[in-house]
């Protein structure tokens, strides 16, 4: 079964943190790239940040130095730390996942059904 379910968002003052967490199917998993996408009511979809198969990650200059996306291979998930959130964080989050690095950036194959993160100031 793929799958992807997210978890973890809520409502936080500018200021605050969340952690989002994805668990993913051990497919996925396995043998996929994955990353956090975000999109905020009127806006396009943006990229939040990835991490391939060997635990490498790279960010969106806008969450640089704030969050950090890590993963547990004991419990098949995908973690999205955000810290010094802003109002400008305002969005619903999704896990996504892609056996193509290059598709993955473009367009995932595989999604979560999204949390939603409100920051107000």
């Known amino acids: 079964l793929v799958q992807l379910v997210e978890s973890g968002g809520g409502s936080v003052e500018a200021g605050g943190s969340l952690r989002l967490s994805c668990t993913v199917s051990?497919?996925?998993?396995?043998?996929?790239?994955m990353a956090w996408f975000r999109q905020a009511p009127g806006k396009e979809r943006e990229g939040v940040g990835s991490?391939?198969?060997?635990?490498?990650?790279a960010y969106a200059d806008s969450v640089k130095g704030r969050f950090t996306i890590s993963k547990d291979n004991a419990k098949h998930t995908l973690y999205l730390q955000m810290d010094m959130l802003k109002p400008e964080d305002t969005a619903m989050y999704y896990c996504?996942?892609?056996?193509?690095?290059?598709?993955?950036?473009?367009?995932?194959?595989?999604w979560g059904q999204g949390t939603q993160v409100t920051v107000s100031s």
């Open positions: 996504a996942a892609d056996h193509n690095f290059r598709h993955l950036v473009a367009g995932p194959e595989y």
């Open positions: 051990t497919l996925i998993y396995n043998n996929c790239y």
């Open positions: 991490i391939d198969l060997d635990g490498n990650v």
